[in-house]
Nanobody, 125 residues
Framework: QVQLVESGGGLVQPGGSLRLSCAAS????????MGWYRQAPEKQRERELV?????????NYADSVKGRFTISRDNAKNTVYLQMNSLKPEDTAVYYC?????????????????WGQGTLVTVSS
């Protein structure tokens, strides 16, 4: 009942910038926390939290990205963004969007944990 569609990944040189976007759609009543996770190619079993943001705008970042990445959201558009600056080769990974959404099914409201399909970010010269 909730679809997350990411965009903005690609190839960038070290020191460059990218902006990821993730739009949620479906039978959404409201969205609580939203966040970005990543999974590096050599770490197929480890998906780490990069940044998260509450519906009120409080943010949380992994130590490895503090000062370089900024998470934001547009509640009217059910969209979350990740601005990534000063990118490093170790930031190379598939980035996944996550959202905790309240969805309407009939006359009931349920809480779902939704994931996007992932977008690849490659930092290389």
């Amino acid at each position: 009942q909730v679809q997350l569609v990411e965009s903005g990944g690609g190839l960038v040189q070290p020191g460059g910038s990218l902006r990821l976007s993730c739009a949620a759609s479906g039978s959404i009543f409201s969205i609580n926390d939203m966040g970005w996770y990543r999974q590096a190619p050599e770490k197929q079993r480890e998906r780490e939290l990069v940044a998260a943001i509450t519906s009120e705008g409080s943010t949380n970042y992994a130590d490895s990205v503090k000062g370089r990445f900024t998470i934001s959201r547009d509640n009217a558009k059910n969209t979350v963004y990740l601005q990534m600056n000063s990118l490093k080769p170790e930031d190379t990974a598939v980035y996944y969007c996550n959202a905790e959404a309240e969805v309407v099914v009939g006359i009931e409201v349920y809480t779902l944990d939704a994931w996007g399909q992932g977008t690849l970010v490659t930092v290389s010269s």
